[in-house]
């Protein structure tokens, strides 16, 4: 059984498109993320959300949205794609006890999904 | 800021050797620290997770440790095979919004 997954795992589109990548665990976990790895390997954390608040976000261009539906998905919408975008996206999930006021942040560890490798032509 | 550092940033060993893969980060207040390997094209699989309490976590042939008072943490690898080239990153989880910051990870080649 796959605990996280994302759809889809390729994506290729053009410059000022909108866009979306779908997320969904099957863990029971609370709080869900969404990273970026850029060109160089380097992973970012973009948003994360728990209990559909908002937790994080980044110093993320407003293009991109998180919309959390439930507590089993997490989707990425991105607005007027550029360049700069192309990237692998990953979603993630972790289990965090104590409540929203002693969040400590993934006590369980974060579990990963599979990736979106995004390319804006 | 938390600053995560994993050195060095590309290894390789023949097979059979003994290896350590090291992640120092800036700020010792964490909640954990978790290590991750990657494969090319592929996700990141979680390895071992070390609470800020634990000092080691070991699952088979590897073993994790963490000193928080100087910022570091060791990945030891233990008879290392070519299954086990990959990429190895570290995640710092410190703080009560849920920062985790990656290190820039370490790219190893276990030669047969």
């Known amino acids: 059984d796959t605990a996280v997954s994302q759809t889809p795992k390729y994506l290729v589109t053009q410059m000022g498109n909108d866009k979306s990548i779908k997320c969904e665990q099957n863990l029971g976990h609370d709080t869900m993320y969404w990273y970026k790895q850029d060109s160089k390997k380097f992973l970012k954390i973009m948003f994360s959300?728990?209990?559909?608040?908002?937790?994080i976000n980044e110093t993320v261009p407003n293009r991109f949205s998180p919309k959390s539906p439930d507590k089993a998905h997490l989707n990425l919408h991105i607005n007027s794609l550029e360049l700069g975008d192309s990237a692998v996206y990953f979603c993630a999930s972790s289990q965090d006890s104590g409540g929203f006021q002693e969040w400590r942040g993934g006590s369980g560890g974060q579990y990963f999904g599979p990736g979106t490798r995004l390319t804006v032509t | 800021k938390q600053e995560v550092t994993q050195i060095p940033a590309a290894l390789s060993v023949p097979e059979g050797e003994n290896l350590v893969l090291n992640c120092s980060f800036t700020d010792s207040a964490i909640y954990n620290l978790q290590w991750f390997r990657q494969d090319p094209g592929k996700g990141l699989t979680s390895l071992l997770l070390i609470q800020s309490s634990q000092r080691e976590q070991t699952s088979g042939r590897l073993n994790a440790s963490l000193d928080k008072s100087s910022g570091r943490s060791t990945l030891y690898i233990a008879a290392s095979q070519p299954g086990d080239s990959a990429t190895y990153l570290c995640?710092?989880?410190?703080?009560?919004?849920?920062?985790?910051?990656f290190g820039t990870g370490t790219k190893l080649q276990v030669i047969p």
């Open positions: 995640a710092v989880n410190s703080g009560g919004y849920q920062k985790v910051t």
């Open positions: 959300y728990n209990n559909k608040e908002l937790i």
